[in-house]
């Protein structure tokens, strides 16, 4: 057997000590860690303490703090990844630092990463909801490029539900805190159909995410046609509607469903051109959105 086939073979626990005594010998310049190695808790805590860290993968929940203990500067990440079920703790430690901490002239431990952090990354994430809790941890990044958030609304046992529990409230307030934003994935969309938020919610996230070029989120489309005729003639949306857009011209679906009457294609494809003026197509599961894809394609050549 190869040196390499023995290696793969042995547990990533079986590392954890020689790993993060490297770690703790790691000087001040040390800037990227990304090892599928679990740490100790004293290596985490050096981590964080590192000034000019901008690179971190982690495979590891967070060492327990308590009140008095908690550090009082993160490091100035640009990249930020939580794998493997991670995030969760991460995200209490990371609003913990947010809210609990005394500022000085508006400076909070999460200072330096608020105003560095470009991508993060949620992979591997079970068992957590995209709710507004969840939500409201990222916003306080608001110069985020790209958010991925890797999750399938799967319990592993055959049944699907829903995780998506956001509304179209929550996307605008969240649109409105990530405005640099140019990819953003909140999951892969499942078939249920359950969620709260409509299209409605698509209309802010184009508005107030003027440079996005990448999209995928949940949204119902049980009453996908009023809702759409209601963006176009309702008051309340038109000064949006004025607004420039994003340059978005693929919209990601999954698995939505879309089940339309033939004369609703038409009106279901103004209102997403509306909403994306670049769009070319919907790419989703069904064959119902190739049929919208083709209509917005019409759209466009009639318009020329």
């Not at 982690?58 to 060492?63: E, K, L, N, R, V």
């Not at 209601?230 to 607004?243: A, K």
């Amino acid at each position: 057997m190869a040196v390499g086939e023995n290696f793969e073979m042995l547990s990533w626990a079986h590392f954890k000590d020689s790993f993060s005594s490297v770690v703790l010998r790691c000087g001040p310049s040390f800037t990227e860690y990304d090892a599928p190695v679990t740490l100790s808790n004293a290596a985490l805590d050096h981590l964080i303490h590192l000034p000019h860290l901008h690179t971190w993968r982690i495979h590891s929940p967070p060492p327990t703090y308590s009140t008095s203990s908690l550090p009082l500067v993160f490091p100035p990440l640009r990249e930020l990844t939580l794998k493997e079920g991670a995030a969760c703790g991460w995200f209490t430690l990371l609003r913990r630092l947010e809210d609990g901490a005394s500022t000085t002239q508006g400076v909070t431990p999460l200072s330096k990463t608020k105003e560095f952090l470009k991508v993060l990354n949620v992979e591997d994430m079970f068992g957590v909801d995209i709710d507004p809790s969840f939500v409201s941890t990222i916003q306080c990044f608001r110069n985020l490029v790209d958010l991925h958030v890797d999750v399938r609304c799967s319990s592993g046992d055959g049944s699907d539900e829903c995780i998506f529990k956001l509304n179209d409230d929550n996307i605008t307030e969240l649109a409105m805190a990530l405005t640099q934003l140019e990819s953003l994935l909140l999951g892969l969309q499942c078939s249920e159909n359950t969620c709260l938020t409509t299209v409605a919610c698509l209309l802010p996230i184009s508005v107030h995410c003027s440079k996005l070029k990448q999209l995928e989120i949940h949204f119902n489309t049980t009453n996908i046609v009023n809702d759409l005729r209601n963006i176009l003639e309702d008051p309340r949306f038109q000064q949006l509607r004025s607004l420039p857009k994003c340059p978005l011209t693929s919209l990601f679906v999954h698995r939505i469903p879309l089940e339309l009457h033939e004369s609703d294609f038409e009106i279901v494809a103004k209102g997403m051109v509306d909403i994306f003026p670049s769009l070319t197509d919907c790419k989703g599961i069904e064959e119902s959105w190739n049929e919208l894809s083709w209509k917005i394609t019409d759209l466009r050549e009639g318009s020329e």
